[in-house]
């Protein structure tokens, strides 16, 4: 099994910075691509930004110059800094990771169990 196990949303005021962590844990033998989706109220899931294993990142239009994404391959772990955040931003922040569990495997896509965040006007 695969578990990833976000931390670090809350509540915060308009132009306040929050950052964003995901573990990813179990039986793991290599992890390609890592995101952050988000979905706000009454709307669809959405991706916020993405990262290869060699580093190369992806952020939807919204979020760009305000958000980074990064990863720590030795900790499995992705991280979202996000910055001058609006209260459009609010939404539930959820990981996904490809991972590939062994050498004789194909990859698959796992999800965290999301974290909120919210920003206040």
């Known amino acids: 099994q695969v578990q990833l196990v976000e931390s670090g949303g809350g509540l915060v005021q308009a132009g306040g910075s929050l950052r964003l962590s995901c573990a990813a844990s179990?039986?793991?033998?290599?992890?390609?691509?890592m995101g952050w989706y988000r979905q706000g109220p009454g709307k669809q899931r959405e991706l916020v930004a993405s990262?290869?294993?060699?580093?190369?990142?992806n952020y939807a239009d919204s979020v760009k110059g305000r958000f980074t994404i990064s990863r720590d391959n030795a900790k499995n772990t992705v991280y979202l800094q996000m910055n001058s955040l609006k209260p459009e931003d609010t939404a539930v922040y959820y990981c996904?990771?490809?991972?590939?569990?062994?050498?004789?495997?194909?990859?698959?896509?796992?999800w965290g169990q999301g974290t909120q965040v919210t920003v206040s006007s």
């Open positions: 996904n990771a490809d991972v590939r569990r062994t050498i004789l495997t194909g990859s698959a896509g796992y």
């Open positions: 179990g039986s793991i033998f290599r992890i390609n691509a």
């Open positions: 990262i290869s294993s060699g580093g190369s990142t």
